[in-house]
Structure formats: structure tokens, C-alpha cells
């Protein structure tokens, strides 16, 4: 792990933060009662949020937890059905700092990815 000092958290990352909790609640809660394919929107976009957290935690010194947005963010577009942008922050989460369960979590997670990625229909790029 990194040696850089630990800095708090800006005003504009609490913020971040808490716009994406609550897109991310909305998704959870419409995800459970069975509304998937009304969620996948929302799930995209706490996804978006938790890509543009992650990166502002590393500039504070705050690698683990980058990590673990990048994690949350690859699993909010794997339930979007974007597996392949999830498989990509799957594997940005495992180059970072990871405690060993958890990593071996992530490559769990990963390689499930690849097999629904393997599964999915070939789109025109």
C-alpha cells in the first residue's frame, strides 16, 4: 500500500458520495421487489458516480477504499447488463490494494463476469 498521508474527505466528495447512496438505495429497493429492467438505469448511474469516487479517494491517499468503490461500481453495471465495463473495474480493483479475501472475492466475481460475458450477444460497436 501506498505511504501517502491520509487526507479527509473534500466538501465536494461527501457530496459525491451522498447522491450516489441514494441513487444506489433506489436501485437496491426497486431490484428487490423484481423491477430489474427499471433499475438498470439507476444502476448505471450510481455506477458512473462510484468511477468518478474512486479516483478522488486515491488523490486523498485513500487507495483501499478507491478500490472498493471501483468493486461497487463494476457490480452497479454488471446488474445495468454491462458485464464488460464491470469486468474491466473488476480488474482495475485488483491491481490496487485488496485485503486477501476480499481479492479473492473480486476474481470470484470476475471470472463469473467473464462467463456471462462470454454468454451475452455480439452488439455492433
Known amino acids: 500500500m501506498s ?13 459525491t458520495m451522498h447522491r ?14 423484481g423491477m430489474t429492467e427499471t433499475a438498470q438505469p439507476l444502476w448505471r448511474t450510481a455506477a458512473n458516480y462510484e468511477v468518478h ?6 488523490a486523498l491517499g485513500r487507495e ?3 478500490a472498493i468503490h471501483r468493486i461497487s461500481a463494476a457490480s452497479c ?9 464491470a469486468v474491466n473495474l473488476y480488474r482495475a480493483a485488483l491491481s490496487g490494494p485488496l485485503r486477501d479475501d476480499t481479492r479473492q472475492e473480486v476474481e470470484d466475481m470476475l471470472r463469473a463476469c ?10 455492433n460497436l
Open 53 to 58: 469516487i474512486a479516483p478522488m479517494l486515491d
Open 20 to 33: 450516489k447512496s441514494e441513487i444506489l438505495s433506489k436501485a437496491q429497493a426497486l431490484w428487490e421487489v
Open 3 to 15: 505511504t501517502q498521508k491520509t487526507e479527509p474527505y473534500t466538501k465536494k466528495l461527501k457530496e
Open 77 to 85: 453495471y454488471k446488474k445495468a447488463g454491462d458485464p464488460s465495463r
Open 64 to 66: 483501499l477504499e478507491g
Open 114 to 123: 467473464l462467463v456471462a460475458l462470454n454468454r451475452q450477444p455480439t452488439k
